[in-house]
């Protein structure tokens, strides 16, 4: 079988090599209901029919061209904080900063809808500790430079609070807690507010996602805005105005809503509680 005739519709391909035949067959070239004839058959057959052709001989492509970083990035389907195994945990958490701030649209916009929360609330508790430690460390040093502001505070403070815990040493060593206090509070706040903002979103809106989603998107979002309480002065207010921005746009990207029910789900529990506030003043 050195040379086979190929037929296909009733007209002849032509005399091709046994092993042109089996390469062509491999590759789709010959379908397998083209009819075939060699010298020694009685009668033309199928293709698939035919036996003792050789093992075929394919080239192998070469390998694909890396992707540029850009077109790499952009497929990726979440932040690069859940890419850290392979990026590293301290350049998957700058990469991911990066990310938010400056295109926090479009990086909403890649997160898959279901997928797992741990992730996202390991990114905020660490951002969020180490934030709010800095913060309070802050605090420690001016209340310790000027202890009048720190029995201001406790004036205005709605609780009677006993006069020992209003020294500013007391308020130092108390800091020795706030390593084990905080990341409890940051995960039972994180719960919390996620749960109040997807049930103001599924009576306002009609959400993508379930309530994990929306947590990542908190955990993301209020990671992310964390950054600001490194400020000494107006650290607060700041992350409160990029917290409420980024929320925004995370709600609307990740749950495909439009503008009005993702600020009716990040702004209602606040003027909810500002009305409650105010009835009771």
Not at 3 to 14: E, F, N, P, Q, T
Not at 77 to 99: M, V
Request: charged share 15%.
């Amino acid at each position: 079988m050195e040379y086979i005739h190929v037929a296909r519709d009733g007209r002849s391909l032509g005399r091709f090599a046994a092993q042109d035949v089996a390469n062509g067959k491999a590759s789709g070239n010959f379908r397998p209901d083209d009819l075939v004839w060699h010298d020694g058959l009685t009668a033309w057959m199928h293709l698939d029919a035919l036996e003792g052709l050789p093992s075929p001989e394919l080239p192998e492509p070469p390998p694909l061209p890396a992707m540029p970083a850009a077109t790499a990035e952009a497929s990726k389907n979440a932040p690069a904080w859940e890419y850290r195994a392979e990026l590293g945990t301290l350049a998957a958490l700058w990469q991911t900063l990066g990310e938010f701030f400056s295109n926090p649209p479009g990086t909403f916009e890649r997160m898959r809808l279901h997928a797992p929360w741990r992730p996202a609330m390991w990114f905020y508790v660490v951002i969020g500790t180490v934030a709010y430690m800095a913060m309070m460390a802050y605090q420690a040093v001016r209340f310790h430079l000027n202890p009048k502001l720190l029995e201001e505070m406790v004036e205005s403070f709605p609780l009677p609070i006993p006069p020992e815990a209003i020294q500013p040493e007391a308020f130092v060593s108390s800091l020795v807690l706030v390593p084990i206090l905080i990341p409890l509070f940051l995960i039972l706040k994180a719960f919390v507010m996620a749960g109040l903002y997807h049930a103001v979103l599924r009576m306002v809106g009609n959400p993508a996602g379930d309530f994990w989603t929306t947590l990542r998107v908190y955990c993301y979002a209020l990671g992310t805005a964390s950054v600001f309480l490194f400020l000494p002065m107006l650290g607060g207010l700041v992350e409160f105005v990029f917290s409420v921005m980024w929320l925004v746009t995370g709600l609307r990207r990740v749950h495909n809503v439009s503008l009005m029910p993702a600020m009716c789900a990040v702004l209602g529990p606040y003027l909810l509680l500002f009305a409650v506030m105010t009835m009771m003043a």
